[in-house]
């Protein structure tokens, strides 16, 4: 079974600082996911296929990585950006989603 | 528009059975990979399994085989998670989402099914 593992649990950062959220796999994964979710709210897809933006999602999100090392990297950070993300695997069956990383206002 | 509507949140006693629903509309409901993801309070997010809805193929997690029952209405584009004996640890919100981009990630969410098992 493929295990993701987010790091940091918890990022303090300030509006307009630039956001770096790692993901890393217990073995090669061929693509990666990043949700973001806001509380009492459902995850929404930002990036899918590693580096691929989903319709509506800004550009200041972007992905890259590959192998067993992910990053999801926010250009600066606006106001409604301080929520948590995961990432996802969907390499084989169970799929799986990393633990989280929480943004939170420094 | 894609929309998935879930049925509401219940409240359960241990050893009672439950049924919630998830209804898919505006979207070829039976060509896209359809998953239930459960989120126990302060956590984060799990896959339960997966169905197919056009053939009803179905896959579990290792930690749901066994515990939980998913199935689809293609009738009524409506997909369902099912436990016949409700524990407390079994306490959490439950999402579906629809799988999009060749079955990979979940493009569309429903809105959420809080579910409370305590005596």
């Known amino acids: 079974e493929i295990v993701l593992t987010q790091s940091p649990a918890t990022l303090s950062l300030s509006p307009g600082e630039r956001a770096t959220l790692s993901c890393r796999a217990n073995?090669?994964?061929?693509?990666l996911a990043w949700y973001q979710q806001k509380p009492g709210q459902a995850p929404r897809l930002l990036i899918y296929d590693t580096s691929n933006r989903a319709p509506g999602i800004p550009a200041r999100f972007s992905g890259s990585g590959s192998g067993t090392d992910f990053t999801l990297t926010i250009s600066s950070l606006e106001p409604e950006d301080f929520e948590v993300y995961y990432c996802q695997h969907r390499t084989s069956w169970p799929f799986a989603f990393g633990g989280g990383t929480k943004v939170e206002i420094k | 528009e894609v929309q998935l509507v879930q049925s509401g949140a219940e409240v359960k006693k241990p050893g009672e059975s439950l049924r919630i629903s998830c209804k898919g509309s505006g979207y070829r409901f039976t060509k896209y990979w359809f998953g239930w993801v459960r989120q126990m309070p302060g956590k984060g997010l799990e896959w339960m399994g997966i169905?197919?809805?056009?053939?009803?193929?179905?896959r579990y997690s290792p930690a749901c085989q066994g515990q939980v029952t998913i199935s689809v209405d293609k009738s009524i584009t409506t997909a369902y998670l099912q436990w016949s004996s409700l524990k407390a640890s079994d306490t959490a919100v439950y999402y579906c989402?629809?799988?999009?981009?060749?079955?990979?990630?979940?493009?569309?969410w429903g809105q959420g099914t809080p579910v409370t098992v305590s005596s």
């Open positions: 073995q090669s994964v061929n693509f």
């Open positions: 169905i197919y809805p056009d053939d009803s193929e179905t």
């Open positions: 989402a629809r799988l999009g981009y060749s079955g990979s990630w979940g493009d569309y």
